[in-house]
């Protein structure tokens, strides 16, 4: 293999690794919109989905470096539309998924503290996992993020 196939294969695995994260990511949360889960349930789901951030972190790291390696290895310029517009939705997606994590964190405390106080299902908690805040936020990181894929695979104005 030559230098740009290991770029670009190490700038792909970086991207599954992300959007596979945010695809876990999604399913855990959707499971806990889902029927009137016990506070233990939704805590093990919030737990699960706060794992994610692993495949977040390593595919970050690998994306982005790799990402803009092949931008100057490729002969493209950084200043391509393009490329100025992943990068963008890309640090956005970051962003949103960051700041409705840290919003959720209250949802993950109570549930936790419920199911330790009997385990009941609660509607405080339900209002908890439903905030439209924070689902907008993770939703539309999802949304940044998938566009980004989009955007890197159609190269609109790459020319070739």
Sequence with gaps: ???YE???????TGA????GAAVVALVLNTSVLRGDRRPSEVALLLRLTARANIGFGVGLLLLLVFGLWLVDDAGYGYGDGWIVAALVLFVLSNVFGAVGGERAKPAA??????????????AELKAAVRDPI??????GAALFGFTVLVL?????????
């Design 109 to 122: 405390k109570l549930a936790d503290r419920l199911a330790a106080e009997g385990d009941e299902p609660s």
């Design 134 to 139: 924070v689902l907008a936020l993770d939703y």
């Design 1 to 3: 293999m030559n230098k």
């Design 6 to 12: 290991w770029l670009l294969a190490l700038h792909v």
């Design 152 to 160: 890197m695979i159609w190269k609109p104005g790459a020319g070739g």
């Design 16 to 19: 599954f690794l992300f959007l």
